[in-house]
């Protein structure tokens, strides 16, 4: 059990995908200046993560594996996953109109993300098992969340400050980010 | 090799069949013209519609939910594709547009030094902002980040200015700012909106009956836009001509210039600007507000009813005049004369109004004789508004005043003049009065021959009602002023006909009411003057005979002394779908008081129809304008500094004495140069509750 608690602690905070890894950059810039579109979007990225880690994962365990063509596993999930999230997204518009009115215009946004793609291919990286994989994927997608939830709050306030011209917009966020990821850091060592 | 091949054919075969299948088993029928819809619209996704992003926009307008406008950022263009697509009328759709409501800016004095966060914002939260003044701009610019299309800057004065051509009207500054500044309104919910306390206007502003926006139309002349001032003018006065030529304009008394020099002369602006826009015919498109379905009966052409026909049809409503005279105006056609309001000019603002297209008239029918409540009703209309002025004159308490031949009631010697059929007059007149009525019973006296005319009045000359610039022109004309007495008789020859009057002279006693000392006559002071003709001018009682009578619809309206009785916020009679304004609802009054009351009887009606909550704010501002009463709190100042003396233009006239000015009906007072106009258009300090531009 403590396994799995310090595989989330990892996945969320020391080895955060976004501030660490920095895997994922489109969307944390593009969809923080709002703190609502940032909840969206993360909300996407947990649900598409968890889909993902799971067809990815069989893919690996039942072709990939057994065939040996490890060496094609780039483009075999970028195929997988673009097909999943359209398949999901044709699903949803059907049977769960209210979640897809929720999460509609963020889905398509990270097809194959860059993040998706990244905690898939560690999920096999690390050899972890079905459950593993399952708490990974979802504490990855949880410290996507957090991160992009936190900046988004950091840039509404940025908005309004006094920013030297050169410096505003992204200019700014950029460096936001760069701080925001020497205090993750922090937490290096933790485990 | 091969093995890699076929994996990704596979791959790509089985994605392709479950994605087609998922396509075909999950199908969710949508109206293919939402696609059609959708690319009508911006594709931007900006969200100003309201909807997340342009398929919800698309689908809401499809739906019907939306209208075919919705897409702010692409516009009437955009809407007339989509009305196109959807089979639709596009109709006039008004359009948005932001205004900032404060001009304060960097001239406004500040309660602290403030150091924190550059935004309107954070600097609101602390104090409310550091500006003294409660609701003035913080001029930090939040409106301007918010603005996605460029269209707002922090001006030279510091605060925002809006490039009408660039605003889309999508909201974005209004929820930015803290204080209310800057609004995005179509024009008619500026129709409809009535001065609060918690508005940032001028006194002059305040003061105005028909609350015209005059710091505003001014600032317009002064940069030369005298179309837009025109404009601004038009969004609560329909009749600026006139207004610009008999207004006795109670904003200028509220003028707070007139501290430091004179009052900036405002009339004679507004006169200026829609006499430009006259005299250039420029075609400017007023904004009307798509159908409502709803008709709307006025009964009476006059002022009021002209402008509440006016703003009900630019709210959306289609409107039918009813005049029992040959032409309309009401009191102003047919009670100013010729040489004060030309009938021509009139009648260019008359024809303004009707040129917005759908309002009716229908000229020669009298109410409660050729058509009545009943008939209206049937006649399908929703509402009815009764502007039916005050024509009968009131009695001057003189024994046989209605028999006597020469004597005639100021109504009916003005009516008969507009009739062009003018009531001869003998060599002597006198004129019982002080108002404006009055005024204008003596100028035409002397314009239809009259030698010797007096004007009787029972209290002293600065005590007149009437407009002061009248009583200067009266004596310019050799007009004789008869004050302090009391008409007691009319002496008669053996034929019953008018040879003279006595009167009993007054001295002046206790303050009445209105403030003013009332006149008590003197025992045994007899005096007789020499007259043929003698006009009653003391003022007009409305006809409403047809409320007595028993059994009709109109039977069940209030009246009280003739006056037919309202709710004086919202116009409404005792009759939910009768309205009244002007003359008929209450003391006659001022012709911008008309103008005024028209609108608020047009906000009335529309609130009804529309099934909305009538009532005013419980902010609602009510000045009084003629006692000077009911302003701000902290506007109306008792000195102000840094002004330097400019003096007032004064009023071109046709010269004192001249042919043209004793005998014939040409227009008397004229209008300013361009050149004057934009002096004086400077000399105003553009106030606002508390700020003004000072000389530097």
Redesign the interface.
């Known amino acids: 059990m403590s396994d799995y608690i310090l595989l989330a602690v990892s996945a969320i905070l020391v080895n955060n995908i976004l501030l660490i890894q920095y895997l994922g950059n489109c969307p944390f810039l593009g969809t923080s200046k709002s703190m609502d579109n940032a909840v969206g979007m993360s909300m996407a990225v947990v649900f598409v993560l968890a889909m993902a880690g799971i067809v990815t994962w069989t893919m690996e365990a039942v072709?990939l594996g057994p065939?040996g063509?490890q060496?094609?596993r780039t483009?075999?999930f970028i195929?997988?996953i673009?097909?999943l999230v359209?398949?999901v997204e044709?699903?949803m518009?059907?049977?769960m109109p209210g979640l897809y009115?929720g999460l509609?215009?963020f889905l398509p946004l990270i097809t194959t993300n860059c993040a998706v793609m990244g905690v898939c291919l560690i999920n096999i990286k690390e050899e972890y098992n079905f459950l593993e994989m399952l708490v990974s994927s979802f504490a990855y997608a949880a410290g996507f969340g957090l991160a992009l939830i936190l900046f988004a709050g950091l840039r509404e306030r940025i908005?309004?400050?006094?920013v030297p011209g050169p410096l505003q917009d992204v200019s700014i966020a950029l460096v936001t980010a760069g701080f925001m990821s020497l205090s993750f850091l922090g937490f290096k060592g933790m485990i | 090799m091969l093995e890699a091949l076929l994996l990704m054919m596979g791959l790509g075969a089985v994605s392709g069949v479950l994605l087609g299948i998922a396509s075909k088993v999950f199908y969710v029928w949508e109206d293919p013209r939402i696609a059609l819809v959708s690319d009508c619209l911006a594709g931007a996704n900006c969200g100003g519609c309201g909807y997340t992003g342009c398929g919800a926009c698309a689908a809401a307008i499809v739906a019907g939910e939306a209208g075919v406008g919705a897409c702010i950022v692409a516009g009437a263009d955009g809407a007339e594709k989509v009305a196109a697509v959807l089979g639709m009328e596009a109709g006039a759709a008004e359009a948005l547009t932001s205004m900032n409501t404060c001009t304060g800016g960097f001239r406004a004095s500040e309660k602290f030094s403030y150091m924190g966060v550059n935004d309107c914002r954070a600097a609101y939260l602390l104090y409310a902002g550091a500006k003294d003044c409660d609701v003035g701009c913080l001029g930090f610019g939040s409106c301007v980040k918010a603005c996605l299309f460029g269209a707002l800057e922090i001006g030279s004065e510091g605060y925002p200015v809006v490039e009408a051509e660039k605003c889309v009207g999508c909201g974005a500054c209004e929820k930015a700012c803290p204080k209310g500044i800057m609004q995005v309104r179509k024009p008619s919910d500026r129709i409809l909106h009535m001065n609060l306390v918690t508005d940032r206007i001028a006194p002059c502003r305040q003061t105005c009956p028909a609350e015209v926006n005059i710091p505003k139309y001014i600032n317009h002349i002064k940069r030369g836009e005298y179309d837009e001032a025109w404009l601004t003018v038009m969004e609560r006065n329909p009749l600026p001509l006139s207004t610009g030529r008999v207004c006795p304009h109670p904003c200028e008394d509220a003028c707070r210039r007139a501290l430091a020099d004179d009052p900036v002369s405002i009339n004679q602006l507004k006169r200026f600007c829609s006499d430009w826009v006259m005299n250039e015919g420029t075609s400017l498109k007023i904004p009307v507000a798509p159908d409502t379905g709803y008709r709307v009966a006025v009964v009476g052409g006059g002022p009021s009813g002209l402008s509440a026909a006016f703003y009900l049809r630019r709210l959306g409503h289609k409107v039918k005049i009813f005049e029992w005279l040959p032409k309309l105006g009401g009191m102003i056609y047919y009670g100013i004369p010729e040489y004060r309001l030309p009938k021509a000019i009139l009648y260019a603002d008359i024809n303004r109004i009707l040129g917005l297209g759908g309002i009716e008239v229908k000229t020669g029918v009298e109410f409660g004789v050729d058509f009545d409540l009943e008939s209206l009703v049937g006649g399908g209309f929703d509402a009815v508004l009764m502007t039916i002025g005050a024509m009968n004159h009131a009695s001057a308490r003189i024994p046989d005043e209605d028999k006597v031949e020469g004597v005639v009631p100021a109504t009916v010697f003005l009516r008969k003049q507009g009739l062009g059929d003018p009531y001869l007059v003998g060599k002597r007149v006198g004129v019982i009065g002080g108002g404006n009525v009055a005024m204008d019973c003596l100028r035409s006296s002397v314009r239809l021959g009259a030698e010797k005319v007096y004007c009787l009045y029972r209290r002293e000359v600065k005590d007149m009602p009437a407009n002061k610039v009248e009583i200067e022109a009266c004596q310019h004309e050799g007009i004789e002023f008869v004050t302090l007495c009391s008409p007691t008789r009319f002496i008669t020859d053996d034929e019953g006909k008018l040879t003279g009057i006595e009167y009993l002279k007054n001295e002046l006693g206790e303050p009445d009411a209105s403030g003013r000392q009332s006149p008590v006559a003197i025992d045994g002071s007899e005096t007789v003057i020499d007259i043929d003709n003698f006009i009653l001018a003391i003022g007009q009682t409305t006809n409403s005979a047809f409320a007595d009578e028993e059994g009709t619809a109109a039977s069940r309206l209030e009246t009280s002394r003739g006056a037919i009785v309202n709710n004086a916020d919202t116009h409404q009679t005792a009759i939910p779908y009768v309205f009244t304004s002007g003359d008929c609802a209450g003391p006659p009054g001022l012709l911008v008081a008309a103008v005024g009351a028209g609108r608020r009887a047009a906000r009335g009606i529309h609130k009804y129809l529309m099934g909305e909550d009538m009532a005013f704010s419980p902010d609602r501002l009510r000045v009084d304008s003629r006692r000077m009463k009911g302003h701000i709190a902290g506007t109306i100042f008792d000195s102000i500094e840094g002004i330097q003396r400019k003096g007032r233009i004064g009023q071109p006239e046709l010269e004192p004495g001249s042919y043209e000015r004793q005998h014939t009906y040409a227009e008397v007072d004229l209008t300013v140069t361009e050149e004057d106009a934009v002096k004086e258009a400077n000399r105003c300090m553009r106030c606002c509750l508390t700020c003004y531009n000072q000389d530097t």
């Open positions: 072709f065939i063509l060496y094609m483009i075999v195929v997988v673009a097909a359209q398949f044709i699903f518009k059907k049977s009115a509609g215009i908005i309004i400050g006094r």
